[in-house]
């Protein structure tokens, strides 16, 4: 019987990790690190999930000192599966307690079970690294753009500096289940799916001329889950770091024409140099500028930040992760393949501009409402929402 040890085991990719976890390990037994006023939320998946009798909470914290963990209660582990971290482009320097002190509290605590550690970093180790980024490389001098890459790097540094056995796993941008299409929050293009439902009122033949602002990499979460389930558990690979990205760039044209397809928007039919473009949406844009861009943004709901970093400098190289792969069926499918399924669930559960009432009548029902400034800004989105 295996034993794992998961951090992070009650987010997004961490239900989905200890779901397949479950599932393909029949004889594990999982104790999964939560805050006590997360354990209802554990208790309700392990309701949800086949064999989640196995699944035991372990009353600790991230960002305590030695995990908040109390003595006496620390199971032996095989494996410590560390998910536990902020994942968000947005964050600031304190993100530092939770992905990097947080991590180093994790090593402590393989060296102190001596069990093998599998971190989940991100290709935000790569910085601003411009090439092929392969997944033999780490420290190349690249430079950071956002806290979030700074501490994604500090956080593999000191896992690669430990004495311990360790895997670590490089994931690119995750979007929702390629099935089902779930996801549990708004991130990375997520953000720009309101203006693509506006396009979508436009009639769908309309020709469309976009820029070339390069390329990036979008995964969806069940291969990440699943290829992470599946190294964890092949033998002699310790010491390695695998990419789980898609095996090509995406160019953002082709990123676009999957989503705006799926949409029922206009689709693009050329596309020109983005020299200029790029100008213009960049932070680096002269004040005046700038100020536009920052207003137009906020207008739709898209923080500044996902725009300095929508394309990315760097290819990122997997080719020792599919070898690895090759004989277990697990591959990365084509975006165009589920965009569909990816815009359904947004479109039914998290678009800001559909009205809802699937939990029965609000407090507001048969009351008579006035609103003042509905002409414009929010009370226009206030009386439009009211009126749907």
Known sequence: MATYLVTGGTGFLGRQVLARLLATRPDAEVHVLVRRGSVTKLEALA???PGGARLHALIGDLTASELGLEPGTIPQADHILHLGAIYDLTAGDEQTVTNVDGT???IALA???DATLHHVSSIAVAGDHRGTFTENDFDLGQHFPTPYHRTKFEAEKAVRGSDMRWRTYRPSAIVGDSVTGAIDKIDGPYFFFPALARLGALPSGLPLVVPDLGDTNLVPVDYVAAAIVELVHRPHL???????VAPRPQPLREVFAAFASAAGAPLPVATVPGGFV???LSSTALPGLDAVRRF???RLGIPPVMLDHLALPTVFDDARTREVLRDSGITVPDLSTYAPSLWRYWEENLDPNRARRGDGPGPLAGRNVVITGASSGIGEDVRCAAER
């Open 296 to 298: 137009a943004l906020h």
């Open 238 to 244: 310790d010491g390695r770091a695998f990419h789980l």
């Open 278 to 280: 790029r100008t213009l």
């Open 111 to 113: 060296r102190q079970l």
């Open 104 to 106: 180093h509290a994790v």
């Open 47 to 49: 309701d949800s999930l």
